[in-house]
């Protein structure tokens, strides 16, 4: 009988439901094309060279955490269609019918709209992560054909995110028609909203604000402790220093609201104005970081940007319902223009909708501001990507040492890597150029030099550099016998450089004393690893001078007549 009253209400009610399901589809779409990404049976032809696994592992668990504010969105719909049938729920209770088996029918009519929509979103996602491929295959300048795909793994994925949010939604909405009493259903379309001031959302991201600032505060201590140095520059020390106080004031404001027992909208006006200020000083971890090459690894960047994401977030909330508060503030304090003309009918009208508006231009705000933030990050991200392979990963193998932890000469690394000569000859390998080489000190006397920030910098033989030069296709250099010129980092300053050329005219070495070249500096993309740690240039010294110098440091760089396949770039390196 029941089922028979659940389908009949649903069919009754499908233009109702449109807008319910017409938004679930989207969103099931939408997440079935971008998880569809990760899955185990997805294998675009992007070349043996690339995995994409490593991309796809993480890529299924930042989807499904940022889709989780499709719980709120989820949550919007279903009190919608909440209200529009408080009316028939009434009338249904008149009747005779139980509040808790209304409510289990409406989940199940929710539930089954719900299902449907699952249905069409996974027909159109299949679609959708077609176009993805496609431009996935474009950007590695593969050739691609339309084809049904339909991945198993993804299908269950999209299932169970999705069952369980209207599991979830379901059961509050279950419990809140059971705890409506049947007047207020029937009074519900006249019923006006709670003001802004009374909301709780507010007050559930200002706590939640509260908790990601102290893990800010937490980790400026710890970068200041671990890797502050009072040799940085201005603004590296402000960046340093604003991400512990800027956190900390947004603690203390809350502690003195608290204590001064203040209004709402006075903590989160100070919380509004914490959070652009918080904003500035993460924001700048990582400028400073590309300019100033600090010491800060790709973690701790991400989760800075975290934090920025985080204070933006938060504006946008606040602002809007500081906004509404504002209104219904100028109302009761206003009584001129309350009650001037129909002003009182106009005030009332909008007050009553702020709280539902202000939370959906919110969410709308959020989106936008998270699709901006995305659509700004991926050419970023893209040209970081190419730099890294135009930049700093020049070669097919590169192999390097550091002696940063070897404290006597006797262990520091000599290697020729003949284990990879072995695993090119076992897999068929033919290398087009090979120069394995050292890097020296210019005197002996700086090997126990380990402040950081302060390595020396170290030397290249001439005819190495002019080997790995001819690997890469540049033209050779020419030293005399008593010069010696520089190669630079491409991310090194002309200042930083200029400054260092001038103090450096001539360099004393253990096997004599050098002059700088009528060709001072070369500043082509060479690697990372041809330089010292901390440092951003490198000295080419004649290879007699060189004879006489302390080696500390052993690299081998090799270019390859064809790609190598991922498995076996994986295989080398668990070797070596």
């Not at 938004?23 to 070349?47: E, Q």
């Not at 955490?65 to 729920?89: A, D, G, P, S, W």
């Not at 949010?165 to 409506?180: C, M, P, Y």
């Not at 709308?364 to 990963?393: D, E, K, N």
């Amino acid at each position: 009988m029941y089922a028979k009253l659940i389908f009949r209400n649903a069919k009754r009610s499908a233009k109702d439901y449109l807008v319910y399901i017409v938004t679930m589809t989207i969103c099931v779409t939408l997440f079935y094309a971008f998880l569809s990404i990760s899955s185990s049976y997805y294998n675009p032809d992007i070349g043996s060279e690339y995995d994409f696994t490593l991309l796809s592992d993480g890529m299924k668990a930042v989807i499904c955490m940022i889709t989780l504010l499709l719980l709120f969105l989820i949550r919007f719909v279903n009190h919608y269609m909440l209200r529009q049938k408080q009316k028939e729920f009434a009338i249904q209770s008149i009747m005779g019918m139980e509040q808790k088996t209304i409510g289990r029918i409406f989940f199940a009519e929710t539930l089954i709209m719900g299902m449907i929509s699952i249905l069409i979103g996974i027909f159109f996602g299949v679609f959708c992560s077609q176009f993805i491929t496609a431009m996935l295959l474009t950007a590695y300048e593969k050739s691609y054909e339309i084809s049904w795909t339909l991945f198993p793994d993804t299908v269950l994925w999209t299932v169970s995110f999705f069952v369980f949010s209207f599991l979830v939604v379901g059961i509050f909405n279950t419990r809140t028609i059971q705890k409506t009493k049947i007047i207020t259903m029937l009074s519900a379309e006249k019923e006006n909203e709670p003001e802004p001031g009374n909301s709780r959302w507010i007050s559930v991201a200002a706590i939640l604000f509260e908790l990601i600032t102290v893990w800010a505060f937490i980790t400026g201590i710890q970068k200041v402790w671990f890797y502050y140095d009072a040799r940085f520059a201005f603004p590296v020390r402000l960046m340093y220093w604003g991400n512990i106080l800027f956190p900390l004031l947004t603690l203390l404001w809350s502690v003195f609201c608290l204590i001064k027992k203040g209004k709402k909208n006075m903590l989160i006006t100070g919380l509004l104005i914490c959070s652009v200020l918080n904003a500035f000083a993460t924001a700048s971890v990582a400028a400073l970081s590309n300019k100033y090459y600090l010491p800060l690894g790709t973690g701790m960047l991400n989760q800075y940007l975290l934090f920025l994401l985080i204070d933006l977030l938060f504006f946008i909330g606040a602002l809007i319902y500081l906004a509404g508060s504002f209104i219904v503030t100028w109302k009761e304090k206003s009584p001129e223009h309350r009650y001037h003309g129909e002003a009182l009918f106009f005030y009332g009208q909008i007050t009553s909708k702020l709280n539902t508006t202000s939370k959906t231009m919110t969410l709308i705000c959020i989106t936008l501001v998270l699709a901006i933030f995305l659509f700004i990050a991926a050419p970023i991200l893209t040209g970081w990507a190419s730099g890294y392979l135009g930049v700093r990963s020049m070669y097919d193998v590169q192999v390097y040492s550091r002696y940063n932890h070897v404290y006597e000469e006797k262990n520091l690394p000599q290697d020729n890597y003949e284990i990879i000569t072995d695993f090119f000859a076992a897999h068929e390998i033919d290398p087009v150029y090979d120069c394995t080489f050292s890097l020296y000190l210019p005197k002996k006397a700086d090997f126990h030099n380990r402040i950081k920030y302060d390595f020396p910098v170290v030397a290249i033989s001439l005819s190495d550099y002019n080997a790995i030069r001819k690997m890469l296709g540049y033209e050779q250099i020419s030293l005399e016998e008593n010069e010696f010129t520089t190669q630079w980092k491409a991310i090194a300053a002309e200042e930083e450089r200029n400054s260092f050329i001038a103090e450096h005219t001539s360099v004393v070495t253990d096997g004599g004393t050098l002059n700088i070249s009528g060709q001072p500096y070369s500043v082509e993309a060479m690697g990372e690893t041809l330089y010292n740690v901390y440092t951003d240039v490198l000295y080419v010294f004649p290879d007699k001078i060189c004879e006489e110098l302390l080696p500390v440091i052993r690299n081998r760089y090799i270019t390859t007549t064809k790609n190598i396949s991922y498995e076996n770039r994986k295989c080398a390196s668990k070797r070596i």
